[in-house]
């Protein structure tokens, strides 16, 4: 394959988790942050995807990339369980305004 | 070495975790939640025996995915041994209206499974895997006080902090698997010698290595990556932050270990330095700002991440002698550890806080974790105040306990690099680390305070007691476990 | 063998009095002890005067090589640099206890199982042959210390007696630091390094390594004395210890770190001992000079002798690095002598404190009146203390300044300023107390009897024993004194 190719889909890569690592740090509010882990994670299966273009064995980058999604898609479920916990106690999700544990 | 390799149902612990599992899942369909306790421990021991079935050999199970040595099984040994205490010691959750036990057993035991991956993989598809079956079975566990707002709090925080983590872990497999074309350790540790030896610009293997490490360093709450630490484990209930602080710990030290030596250890001289630096900030860190807690539980948050540094720096001096050590030392942090939460529980129990001081519903369920809920503790309850003592002993490493030995292992490994300074800036921080490991002791022996005789169940009684005799008995005879290695 | 029973034989007495009734928890602890002392007297009179480690033992403790040798051993020997510790350390203890009995502490059982498992941990601390063997029990000896002083001390007792754990356990983990070093440091023999204290005297470290080594060694053992800056926590500590804790600390525990210098410091580092011993030797005379200064001001009579038990330390470290067979010798039975002295002066405070309810010397005065046998031991120990000839701490003294002053002439005249300043304070305090006109306090002072008289009697002939015939002290170490010399050149 075209090495130009994959050298563009590393710098897409690399954008997409850059963008998710600043939601990441500047978003206060627990979904959004969680949007930006997922995009990350995005990051992350892109490039092992392009990444497996140069492997003999092809397989191994995609399979790994298959196991990502499985786990993201676990994590998710149970952030948001988390999220809607939280949610019930204090009427807001924004991080900031989480402060009980401080005393 | 010559592998010899089986296929799957010779793993038998990861099978018999995962099974026992969904058997406690189906227990807990039934009425009575006498059974649960019994039959988690149960399954516990049988997992614990299979897992030595194979001593003395090195296989290779799921077509090169996972490793079992004596080192593996040793490691094992101690998340189960450390995990056994754990449960043994939740008796009460069996009278909390409000507990699902059947769920918390069957989630201990399913995080195993995931901690014996991080132990033995030979794969980072398998560490990753093992990784988050850990992680996202804490974050369940650490929110599993639903009326608690401080225990939801954590679980969130806990979440959003960890799977940040494994983003950047993963990121990090994703730029070695680009730059070595493997995933298998091995592979990437070949990948390392010859690369090295040919020169050429390895700039992404070491992005990728860094961000891998930074990963890990977050699960095992390293410094500068440590600030969840305080928050999460001071907002899980007791019990799963005794959990978190051993079994989570020595299965994240495992699998640095473990990737350090395999893969990276060609490289020693890019990493050491760095990972040096990590060490020192975790040390001070860690144990500076235990000094200034009020409450126990919290200290103890602290306490453990400087006793990540102490672990690091058998990491640091990576050479044959960091296999045992790192071993010893998780066996014998886990121990106090598991110990001093077992009698922080039965005093904080005793010692519910005044709802009305915090003037809301959320705090209903809070109890007093601070240091002067010990006062006087050792003159109606000697035997809880010794327990307490002995484990604060180890934890602060004076001899006569495991602590010191599991000290004095780290610090042989550093000394044969020759990082001398490293080992003077831990012994300073092991006397900071003493003043506040003693105010507990100096809280229950010498304060006068208004403790009751505390009513302990006997086989919790039994565990603490089990728990303080193998502190001393590896703290007079070391060997004993030395003989295994 | 005999040495293992040393340390066992404690260790079992205390746990049989742990768990023993209150009443009887004294009476037992006794015989314990005079168990030991009998120990120690087989082990006395059967020494032979030369330079070998008798009635050893030797166990594989933790990796050792396939072949079961080196690694970190349990070994321990007594030579004859350790024989005098030893020999305090078994005649201190019984004393001690014998002190107490017409005292009641509470709880007794844990209080006296404490004592014995500080004698354990003090004789391992003499016999260890194994340089982790010695930690260890250097250590260990802190643990029943602390939580003597701190469980039945005085007012202020938790914060000061924090202070000086804290403190110490600083001080030792530096020494840890160094042993751990040296350890790896020893050649590989079938796969294993060894931390027998012999075989680090063999190393061949470079000068800068000797250098560190030695600082952390010295600041361990320095602070364990203490030595000058390093003795903040020692008056406060002594003064709010209860008096059998403070008998032990400065009794016995306090040379386990003259012992250090002996041991381990000299013959490891000689090269480091000398770019730095004279630094240490300064240190050592600013502290004898500073310490007699402050004791001669002081009013409260365990402080005053908490300062002079700083003042003496400092001279016995002068003299062990003057690196002379003199002023080893000198340290040697000066730690004996010191041993028996300061027990005794505490004592007669501690009396003193029983009977008039205060130790503050402008509130005492006139005892002699009516207490013949108090004002005959008290001058006996405190001529001792003077270095009195004909007395204990005369050999002593004398001894460790001609070391001093074989050294360096003016280190030597400064460090003869002791002789006099002790001689001033110990002579006021006695003025003070016993002389003069009784004050209100002191009117009705009943004179010693029974027990209280035995532990001064035993420790009067002492005195004079050491102070008549000190040749049969010294020949015994002498062969081991010369040996060692052989390591420091």
Redesign the interface.
């Known amino acids: 394959m075209n090495p130009s190719l994959s050298y563009s889909l590393l710098f897409v890569a690399a954008a997409l988790f850059s963008i998710g690592l600043a939601v990441v740090i500047t978003k206060r509010h627990a979904v959004v942050v969680l949007m930006g882990i997922e995009l990350m994670l995005n990051a992350v299966n892109l490039n092992l995807v392009a990444f497996s273009q140069y492997d003999p064995s092809r397989l191994q980058g995609q399979v790994f990339s298959l196991f990502v999604m499985i786990v993201a898609a676990a994590e998710a479920a149970v952030a948001l369980a988390l999220i809607i916990q939280v949610y019930r106690h204090v009427k807001t999700v924004v991080l900031d305004e989480l402060t009980d544990l401080k005393q | 070495m010559t592998f010899q390799t089986y296929d799957c149902l010779q793993m038998l612990p990861i099978i018999l975790l995962s099974l026992s599992g969904i058997a406690l899942l189906f227990l807990g369909f039934q009425k009575s939640r006498a059974l649960l306790l019994p039959a988690t421990l149960l399954f516990l021991v049988i997992a614990f025996v299979a897992n030595f079935l194979d001593w003395g050999k090195t296989y290779m199970y799921f077509r090169d995915m996972l490793l079992v040595n004596n080192l593996a099984m040793i490691f094992t040994g101690v998340v189960l041994l450390s995990t056994f205490m754990v449960v043994s010691l939740s008796g009460s959750l069996a009278d909390d209206e409000d507990a699902q036990p059947a769920e918390y057993y069957a989630i201990l035991l399913f995080s195993l499974v995931g901690a014996i991956m991080m132990i033995g993989f030979e794969n980072l598809i398998m560490l990753f895997v093992g990784v988050e079956i850990l992680s996202v079975a804490m974050y369940i566990l650490t929110g599993s006080d639903k009326r608690n707002l401080r225990s939801n709090e954590a679980a969130l925080k806990y979440f959003l902090m960890g799977a940040f983590a494994t983003g950047i872990l993963l990121f990090g497999i994703a730029l070695l698997y680009g730059a070595t074309g493997s995933f298998v350790l091995s592979g990437i540790g070949n990948y390392a010698h010859s690369a090295t030896n040919a020169g050429g610009s390895m700039l992404l293997f070491y992005v990728g290595m860094f961000m891998l490490l930074i990963g890990m360093l977050f699960k095992v709450s390293a410094a500068p990556f440590h600030f969840w630490t305080p928050d999460v484990y001071d907002g899980a209930p007791s019990l799963f932050t005794a959990y978190m602080s051993t079994v989570v710990k020595t299965a994240g030290f495992a699998a640095l270990l473990r990737i350090l030596s395999v893969s990276f250890s060609g490289v020693y001289d890019f990493w050491w330095v760095a990972m040096a630096v990590v060490t020192v900030l975790t040390l001070l860190i860690g144990n500076i700002t235990a000094v200034y807690q009020a409450s126990f539980k919290r200290m103890m948050a602290y306490s453990s991440i400087s006793h990540a540094g102490y672990l690091l720096i058998g990491l640091v001096g990576l050479s044959q002698a960091s296999k045992p050590a790192i071993a010893f030392y998780s066996l014998a942090y886990s121990l106090s550890t598991i110990a001093a939460f077992g009698v922080l529980m039965l005093v904080a129990r005793n010692r519910p806080l005044n709802a009305a001081v915090f003037g809301d519903q959320t705090t209903l369920a809070r109890t007093d974790e601070h240091y002067d809920a010990f006062n006087g503790l050792a003159r109606k309850n000697p035997l809880l105040g010794f327990v307490m003592a002995v484990s604060m002993?180890s934890l602060a490493g004076?001899?006569?306990t495991a602590g010191?030995?599991g000290?004095?292992m780290v610090?042989?490994a550093a000394?044969?690099r020759g990082a001398?300074w490293l080992?003077?800036v831990a012994?300073?921080m092991?006397?900071v680390g003493?003043?506040y490991y003693?105010r507990v002791v100096?809280a229950m022996?010498?304060?006068e305070g208004q403790t009751d005789t505390i009513r302990v169940a006997p086989f919790y009684r039994i565990v603490l007691i089990a728990a303080t005799v193998l502190t001393l008995a590896l703290g007079l005879?070391?060997?004993l476990f030395?003989g295994l290695i | 063998m005999l040495t293992l029973f040393l340390i066992l034989f404690p260790i079992v007495a205390a746990t049989a009095v742990l768990f023993s009734t209150d009443t009887i928890a004294k009476t037992a602890a006794l015989i314990g002890a005079i168990g030991e002392l009998v120990i120690v007297g087989v082990v006395f009179f059967t020494f032979v005067a030369n330079d070998q480690y008798q009635f050893g033992f030797d166990y594989?403790?933790?990796?050792?090589a396939t072949n079961g040798s080196s690694g970190v051993r349990l070994s321990g020997a007594i030579d004859g640099i350790s024989l005098l510790p030893v020999v305090l350390t078994g005649l201190v203890t019984p004393l001690i206890i014998l002190s107490t009995f017409k005292q009641t502490y509470t709880r007794p059982t844990s209080f006296y199982a404490l004592i014995l498992f500080m004698q354990a941990a003090l004789m391992g601390v003499f016999v260890a042959r194994d340089g982790?063997l010695f930690?260890?029990?250097f250590?260990?000896a802190l643990?029943p210390i602390y939580?003597l002083a701190?469980?039945w001390g005085g007012e202020n007792?938790?914060a000061v007696t924090?202070k000086f754990?804290?403190y110490t356990?600083?001080g030792s983990?530096?020494m840890?630091?160094a042993l751990?070093?040296l350890?790896?440091q020893t050649p590989l023999v079938s796969g294993a390094h060894s931390a027998a204290i012999a075989d680090f005297y063999a190393l061949n470290l470079s000068a800068k390594a000797q250098g560190?080594v030695f600082w952390a060694f010295f600041i361990a053992f320095a602070v364990k004395m203490p030595l000058f800056p390093f003795h903040t926590w020692q008056p406060d500590t002594y003064v709010e210890s209860p008096t059998p804790a403070t008998m032990l600390l400065a009794g016995i525990m306090l040379k386990m770190g003259v012992y250090g210098l002996i041991r381990l410091i000299l013959p490891i580092v000689p090269e480091g001992v000398n770019i730095w011993g004279s630094t240490a030797m300064i240190l050592a005379v600013i502290g004898i000079v500073y310490g007699a200064i402050i004791a001669v001001r002081q009013r409260d009579m365990k402080r005053l002798i908490a300062y002079s038990s700083f003042s003496h330390v400092g001279l016995m470290a002068a003299g062990v690095f003057s690196r002379s067979e003199m002023g080893l010798q000198g340290a040697l039975i000066q730690m004996l002598a010191h041993g028996v002295n300061v027990v005794g002066l505490f004592f007669i405070a501690e009396l003193i404190l029983q009977r008039t309810g205060t130790r503050q010397l402008d509130q005492l005065g006139g005892i002699t009146r009516n207490t013949p046998r108090l004002t005959v031991y008290f001058m006996i120990i405190l001529l001792g203390s003077v270095a009195l000839p004909l007395t204990n701490g005369f050999v002593g003294e004398f001894l460790l300044l001609s070391g001093v002053y074989g050294y360096n002439h003016y280190i030597g005249l400064a460090a003869g300023l002791t002789i006099i300043f002790g001689a001033v304070y110990m002579l006021r305090m006695y003025q003070k107390s016993m002389f003069g006109q009784p004050a209100p306090r002191t009117a009705t002072f009943v004179d010693l009897a029974g027990s209280d008289s035995y532990v001064l009697l035993i420790l009067c002939v002492f005195v004079f024993w050491m102070g008549l015939y000190p040749a049969s002290f010294l020949k015994l170490t002498e062969p081991a004194v010369l040996n060692l010399m052989q390591f420091i050149k």
């Open positions: 002993l004076i001899p006569l010191f030995w000290k004095f610090f042989s000394a044969d001398v080992l003077v012994v300073l092991s006397a003493i003043y003693f100096i022996y010498f304060r005879l070391p060997n030395q | 594989a403790w933790f990796g050792a982790f930690y260890f029990f250590e260990a643990i939580f701190a469980m007792r938790i924090f754990f804290v356990i600083f983990l530096l840890l630091v751990v070093y350890y790896r560190w």
